[in-house]
């Protein structure tokens, strides 16, 4: 009952409104927006508060119109109605050019077309379009103009929306004219005012009259101009006359005017007593004068706060709306910029895949003497390579906070000489000395993100033994702050190298910073090493200095957080051997299908296969691949993501529908983490990432073809 009531409301209010009778559409969208409150009906309410600030807007109340109109926004953003949303942003617009607030008017209209096209709403953005070439014009920007004006025509015929088709012809009109083509504005201006005429457009015929007026104008011909601009003006005393039928403003009038008789005679009558009373009644009529005249002075000093507080908050209505708008322009920069790094480092990661794999196989295949430092230094191009392209994505991790702790049970001094020995070879290789001094009584069991940590040491170990030719290194672990069972510990890196002048210190955290110019080339590296050392600190609460002397040597400390682990054993250093998982398997039966469609990797997967005895089929498009499965049993799937026809992401879901049970592997170069959801949603078990390193390759279809359960990394 409510809900028929709402729309009666509605559909009276729209009439109101086509018919002028502003004042009646206002009481019957009062009265809708009770009902929708009452029911809880969150679209309308949105709707109707954008109607209200629609006709506030007719009425000159500007300072309504945008609350009302603020109010509309948080709702619609709340709701992600995004449909009425883009009419409320196309209003706001349109208030915000009426004030002469051009580039606020723009950025509205820009928000409101791009959330018509979101929605495929795409009839309503030639009104859009429209108010965006009347601000141009407003802006004499008429070539911008134009094109904004000739894609509305376009819309609005297609749709067939007169009015609008009218109102840009007569705008295209003003454009050409401006642009001295007055052929041409007369013809658009005249299309517009015969679709005006023929469909009693009168705001559009009166707009046409005066835009004709001042074309023949321009051509010298006054008698035309004069008979036009007549027909203006008569037109507009009859619109205007309309308007104060239909406005009660002369109702207000005779209140005010009766107001005012009644005052008069008020006056008067008190002037007739005071001549008649006695100095007493005087004086009680000046003082109640003077108290009056108080009141009054209190009353005008209560109206004007009220409207400084009315002003102040619709400007505060008004920053808020633009901060919500730069917020909205600032998610999609980071979307388009994810969106990017997907595209780009899959584009990167495909041919690199081919460039590492060719390299591996041929070294493996007893190349001649002098081809093997030649496949060397292209296995060492795609291999640095590859760690930028990792690099690039963990810096813009870190800087969009998608970083996530991993705190578990770790031993710190085993995980320091564990990192010095995968280092040592690179240290012997420069003929540097590695020392380690971790201070006596300290813990060795701590709680933490032991990956990152590795990552930090890594880095700046890694760094230390770049520089540092015929040297000596230190790293040095110890407390400098202990409460219950939180140590603060802090780390050294020493170096006796090139050192680091006092001009470059405070750039060397910066990403694609080292040194200079002829450091990069001489030592490599990215430049994003230290950047990313910084940003893993911050979010492991910690701090990085930097104490360095050129010629002398470079000394990096941090300090982390920690918390002690009495409970942990202190796990037992246990050398690793080499060994392939894959030989304590029977293969004879095994199969596996690759699904690639480029020719060199699908060669590629298949070599290292068959090196593993391991023997595939190989198909090169989603299609294919679940028409492969039904007909064969198959234990493994090695999925390409990007391929022609239906992706590899649609191949697993489909392939779900009817085998849950099959191990499906992501054979992709895809990694970032905003992409990962993906593919555990599509069915995926775990995640290979092109190009990968033999030994991870064979874990995984170890894991797979002995029947363990698969945990991946990338997603739960």
């Known amino acids: 009952m409510l809900a028929l009531r709402l729309k009666e409301h509605l559909q009276q209010a729209s009439l109101d409104n086509d018919r002028g009778k502003y004042y009646n559409a206002k009481d019957n969208l009062d009265k809708a927006l009770i009902i929708a409150n009452k029911i809880e009906d969150k679209t309308n309410q949105g709707k109707i508060h954008t109607k209200i600030a629609k006709v506030q807007f007719l009425v000159g109340q500007q300072n309504q119109a945008n609350i009302s109109l603020g109010k509309a926004i948080q709702i619609q953003r709340k709701n992600n109605d995004y449909a009425n949303l883009a009419i409320t942003y196309n209003i706001k617009g349109v208030i915000h050019s009426t004030k002469e607030e051009y580039k606020n008017a723009l950025e509205y209209f820009n928000s409101a077309k791009n959330l018509f096209e979101q929605e495929d709403l795409k009839e309503y953005i030639s009104e859009v379009t429209l108010n965006e070439a009347k601000v141009l014009i407003a802006q004499n920007r008429f070539e911008d103009a134009r094109l904004k004006l000739e894609k509305t025509i376009l819309i609005a015929k297609k749709y067939d929306q007169k009015r609008r088709l009218s109102s840009a012809l007569i705008q295209s009109g003003k454009v050409f004219s401006a642009l001295d083509n007055l052929d041409l504005a007369l013809s658009q201006t005249e299309e517009g005012l015969s679709i005006a005429k023929s469909h009693n457009l009168l705001e559009n015929v009166n707009e046409a009259f005066l835009t004709i007026s001042d074309i023949h104008e321009k051509r010298g011909d006054y008698q035309s101009s004069y008979s036009y601009i007549k027909q203006h003006i008569q037109l507009s005393d009859s619109i205007l006359n309309v308007k104060r039928e239909n406005l009660p403003a002369g109702l207000s009038g005779k209140y005010i005017s009766n107001y005012k008789d009644a005052e008069n005679a008020q006056l008067k009558a008190q002037i007739d007593e005071v001549s008649a009373e006695s100095a007493f009644t005087r004086i009680t009529t000046i003082l ?31 920053k808020n709306d633009e901060l919500i708008v730069a917020k909205e322009k600032a998610e999609l920069a980071s979307k388009t910029k994810a969106n990017f790094l997907s595209t780009v480092t899959h584009e990167l990661r495909t041919p690199l895949y081919a460039v590492t794999g060719l390299t591996n196989m041929l070294l493996d295949e007893d190349p001649k003497d002098h081809q093997i430092p030649h496949l060397k230094s292209l296995k060492f191009s795609g291999d640095y390579l590859l760690t930028f392209i990792n690099d690039i994505l963990q810096i813009n991790k870190i800087e969009a906070n998608k970083v996530e702790l991993d705190p578990e049970h770790f031993n710190l001094k085993n995980k320091i000489e564990n990192v010095m020995s995968a280092l040592s070879n690179s240290a012997n290789d ?27 040491l890594i880095n700046l170990l890694g760094n230390a033994i770049k520089f540092t030719k015929d040297g000596d290194i ?25 050192g680091i002048t006092k001009e470059k210190q405070d750039q060397m955290f910066d990403s694609f910073s080292q040194g200079s110019v002829q450091i990069n080339r001489k030592y490599g590296g990215t430049g994003l090493g230290l950047s990313i050392v910084k940003g893993l ?57 690759v699904v690639e469609d480029n020719k060199i990797n699908q060669m590629i997967t298949k070599k290292i296969l068959n090196k593993m005895n391991l023997y595939c089929d190989v198909v090169d498009n989603g299609e294919a691949a679940v028409e492969k499965v039904k007909e ?12 022609p ?12 529908t009817f085998d849950k049970e099959l191990t499906i592997f992501a054979l992709t170069a895809v990694t970032l983490e905003d992409k990962m959801h993906e593919f555990g949603e599509a069915g995926f078990d775990d995640i290979i990432s092109k ?5 991870d390759f064979e874990d995984k279809l170890h894991a797979a073809l002995s029947g363990e359960k698969i945990v991946s990394s990338f997603f739960s």
Request: charged share 30%; proline share 2%; net charge neutral.
């Open 288 to 318: 109640s004068i003077a108290l009056i005249t108080i009141l009054s002075l209190l009353t005008l000093s209560l109206y004007k706060n009220n409207n400084i507080r009315l002003n102040t908050n619709t400007m505060l209505h008004k």
């Open 474 to 498: 230190w790293v040095k672990a110890y407390k400098i702050d202990v409460k219950d069972n939180m140590y603060k510990l802090r780390f050294e890196i020493k170096d006796n190298g090139i």
């Open 645 to 656: 026809g239906i992706s590899g992401l649609e191949a697993t879901k489909i392939i779900r």
């Open 537 to 593: 600190i911050q979010i492991l609460k910690g701090k990085i200095y930097l104490k360095s002397e050129l010629g002398k040597g470079s000394t990096f400390f941090f300090e982390l957080p920690l918390e002690y682990d009495k409970e942990a054993d202190k796990p037992k250093v246990e050398e690793v051997k080499k060994v392939s998982k894959m030989e304590n398997l029977d293969l004879t039966n095994v199969k596996i299908l």
């Open 430 to 456: 420069q003929d540097t000395k590695l020392h380690f001094d971790y201070e006596d009584g300290l813990p060795e069991t701590f709680i933490g993100d032991q990956l990152k940590i590795s990552q930090i």
């Open 632 to 643: 064969v049993t198959y234990d493994v799937v090695l999925m390409d993501i990007h391929m």
């Open 691 to 695: 190009p990968f390193k033999q030994e």
